[in-house]
């Protein structure tokens, strides 16, 4: 079975297909001057992107982890995640708080999902 890797650098990939399932790495928002909202809105557009390109969507999704500097944020990411879901089957999910990103970045998000068919 092929791996295929996408956007890979020194120290990353930005996606790996490993048959009939795509993982994306950690993803940021590029605009560190939103609000949490605004940040999680980028960063699962920059999702959705990343799984169009693997041949996968968020209706596909298996598992998601969430890294929050501030627990106290999960509310609000819940919102914009709970809006970008809508009716679909949830994945798997871990969201974890109080992680030192990079400053300004408030939620760092990665996912797999299956290959559409």
């Avoid at 930005?14 to 605004?38: E, Q």
């Avoid at 992107?49 to 890294?67: H, P, V």
Wanted: aromatic share 4%; hydrophobic share 40%; with cysteine.
């Amino acid at each position: 079975m092929t791996i295929e890797h996408h956007d890979s650098g020194e120290i990353l990939s930005r996606a790996v297909v490993h048959g009939d399932t795509v993982y994306l790495c950690g993803l940021t928002p590029t605009d560190r001057d939103l609000d949490i909202s605004g940040q999680t809105e980028e960063v699962l557009a920059k999702i959705d992107d990343w799984l169009a390109k693997c041949g996968s969507d968020k209706s596909r999704l298996l598992s998601a982890t969430i890294y929050l500097t501030e627990i106290k944020l999960k509310p609000a990411m819940n919102e914009v995640w709970k809006a970008w879901l809508g009716d679909l089957d949830r994945p798997t999910r871990t969201c974890i708080g109080g992680v030192e990103l990079v400053p300004g970045v408030l939620v760092e998000i990665t996912v797999s999902a299956a290959k559409s068919p």
